[in-house]
């Protein structure tokens, strides 16, 4: 049964704090995406890579945060120095990215993350 | 500007009682539209594509359609497993960006 998995599910830590989260993506996926969701805001797109290369990170804090494929089967988002205001639910996606039905985003389970 | 909007933001139906969500959409051009449901505490799980007005798509008692300025998920006769949060989202023509709406969160009361 194919699917997405991240690391930590849960993670808490205080403000100023590094925090590193990981996403296996789908075994064959190019595509892989990083969403952030809150209760105010729902979810929004933080960055996109395909093959590796980042296509698209302009709804990330660029500050901040940082993104990275390390490997086809490895996917780091990155912030440092963590602050309140960046708890949320980070969501990773993958996909076949080829068009059409292809674009269709299967998403992991998500990391909890509370900065205190 | 792009932007998706999803209505109601909360529904309840008893079993059996038939209706829709509605999800209105600007983009410069669609490529796609997604429907997801997502259930608390859990990732959003992918329900249909769509790409062009007029198509319509179905799975068990879901039915997604779409028009040029909306799409609208009819849920027939829904049971209690049906209670979840609904997703929208639309992919552009233009860049590589995907909008999600804040969603309608549906309860089916037994």
């Known amino acids: 049964d194919a699917r997405v998995t991240q690391t930590p599910r849960h993670k808490v830590t205080e403000m100023g704090q590094e925090v590193t989260m990981r996403c296996q993506p789908i075994l064959g996926h190019n595509t892989v995406f990083w969403y952030r969701q809150t209760m105010m805001q729902g979810l929004e797109l933080l960055a996109y890579?395909?093959?590796?290369?980042?296509?698209?990170d302009s709804g990330m804090p660029k500050d901040r945060f940082s993104a990275e494929m390390p490997d086809a089967t490895l996917a780091t988002l990155k912030i440092q120095p963590s602050e309140p205001r960046d708890s949320a639910v980070y969501f990773c996606?993958?996909?076949?990215?080829?068009?059409?039905?292809?674009?269709?985003?299967?998403f992991g389970p998500g990391t909890r993350l509370l900065v205190l | 500007e792009d932007q998706v909007t999803q209505s109601p933001e909360a529904l309840r139906l008893q079993e059996g009682e038939s209706s829709s969500l509605n999800c209105s959409y600007t983009?410069?051009?669609?490529?796609?539209l997604f429907w997801y449901r997502q259930d608390p505490g859990k990732g959003p799980e992918f329900l249909f594509t769509l790409y062009s007005a007029g198509e319509e798509k179905e799975k068990e008692r879901l039915k997604a359609t779409l028009t040029k300025k909306e799409s609208f998920l009819h849920i027939t006769a829904p049971k209690p497993e049906d209670s979840a949060t609904y997703l929208c989202?639309?992919?552009?023509?233009?860049?590589?960006?995907?909008?999600f709406g804040t969603g309608t969160s549906l309860t089916v009361i037994p």
């Open positions: 996606a993958s996909g076949l990215g080829s068009g059409g039905e292809q674009e269709t985003q299967y």
């Open positions: 983009v410069s051009g669609l490529r796609g």
């Open positions: 890579f395909r093959n590796r290369a980042p296509l698209d």
């Open positions: 989202a639309v992919q552009a023509n233009t860049g590589n960006q995907f909008y």
